[in-house]
């Protein structure tokens, strides 16, 4: 009798499995510690040892690999404030010890207060940058949302999927398509994320 887990190319059941599970029996976190040899030296002369290092990997199956799913597009704030914010960081830092220094009754007070007008002016300034990235990134983040959307029916699609050792292909149960495992994204509705533009850590795709 067939059943709706049959390869739609051989007809068989018996090569069949779920890619979901496949991918989750292919993949093991290997965790341990490998030795270290150190030499040093003090006033009694050069010593040499070994240590131990902990370290942590990932192991997978070569088939797990090729069936793994693919990852959430990730969005990040705009890039625009780091060019605002980093050249002058130190400025921010001075500001923050002249206000300790202008409680000193025996300081210039003047020309102190004139500093940190300056760093109350620039915080505004970063204040103002950062609105107008808020206002330029609203078309991005509306495309994001609509890339998450795809991204977790492809998710949807990517848990059905089964795949027929015998005949090395996917298929999804009660659909009439086979692929190879090369066009796992073409099986699941899915096209690879792109950067998008320069000035944001923004990515999109073509839905």
């Given at each position: ?84 914010i980093l050249p002058f960081l130190p400025f921010i830092c001075v500001g923050m010890v ?110």
């Amino acid at each position: 009798p067939s059943s709706s887990l049959d390869c739609p190319k051989c007809h068989r059941i018996d090569s069949v499995s779920k890619v979901s599970a496949i991918v989750q029996g292919g993949t093991h976190q290997i965790n341990g510690q490998i030795p270290v040899s150190y030499t040093s030296h003090d006033s009694e002369g050069w010593h040499s040892g070994t240590s131990y290092e902990s370290y942590h990997a990932t192991q997978q199956s070569n088939l797990a690999s090729r069936l793994m799913p693919p990852e959430k597009p990730i969005k990040a704030y705009s890039g625009l404030l780091n060019l605002a914010i980093l050249p002058f960081l130190p400025f921010i830092c001075v500001g923050m010890v002249t206000l300790v220094a202008i409680t000193d009754p025996k300081s210039e007070l003047l020309p102190k207060l004139g500093l940190c007008l300056g760093v109350i002016i620039y915080a505004l300034f970063l204040f103002g940058v950062w609105r107008v990235c808020i206002w330029i990134d609203k078309p991005f983040k509306a495309k994001h949302a609509e890339n998450i959307g795809a991204w977790e029916y492809s998710i949807s699609r990517w848990r059905e999927l089964y795949y027929c050792s015998r005949d090395d292909c996917l298929f999804i149960p009660g659909e009439r398509d086979m692929y190879n495992i090369s066009d796992l994204y073409s099986a699941i509705n899915w096209r690879p994320v792109k950067r998008f533009n320069p000035f944001f850590n923004t990515y999109l795709f073509k839905p």
